[in-house]
Nanobody, 115 residues
Framework: QVQLVESGGGLVQAGGSLRLSCTAS????????MNWYRQAPGKQRELVAA???????NYADSVKGRFTISRDNAKNTVYLQMNSLKPEDTAVYYC?????????WGKGTLVTVSS
């Protein structure tokens, strides 16, 4: 059974930083593309950052230069370091991966950025 468990969300002032973690189980983590998505109130879920098995990364334009995705295959964990946070970064952040055509999601962690 695939499980993704996010942690690290919270309330932070604009300009602050947070680091999100997502620990995976039930999959061969080291070979998986791992993604972070977010969904703000009233908006569609959007891809924030992705990291391949070889640690190549990709970012949404809105977070480039502020967010960094990384992974630790020994810990089956993917991270999202978020710096210079803005109120518009407020959202529930979800970890995601795919296996055999099936998408798996964590329950999400809420990030609230106050102005």
């Amino acid at each position: 059974q695939v499980q993704l468990v996010e942690s690290g969300g919270g309330l932070v002032q604009a300009g602050g930083s947070l680091r999100l973690s997502c620990t995976a189980s039930g999959i061969m983590f080291s070979i998986r593309l791992m993604n972070w998505y977010r969904q703000a109130p009233g908006k569609q879920r959007e891809l924030v950052a992705a990291i391949t098995h070889s640690s190549a990364t990709n970012y949404a334009d809105s977070v480039k230069g502020r967010f960094t995705i990384s992974r630790d295959n020994a810990k089956n964990t993917v991270y999202l370091q978020m710096n210079s946070l803005k109120p518009e970064d407020t959202a529930v952040y979800y970890c995601n991966t795919e296996r055999n055509g099936v998408n798996y999601w964590g329950k999400g962690t809420l990030v609230t950025v106050s102005s």
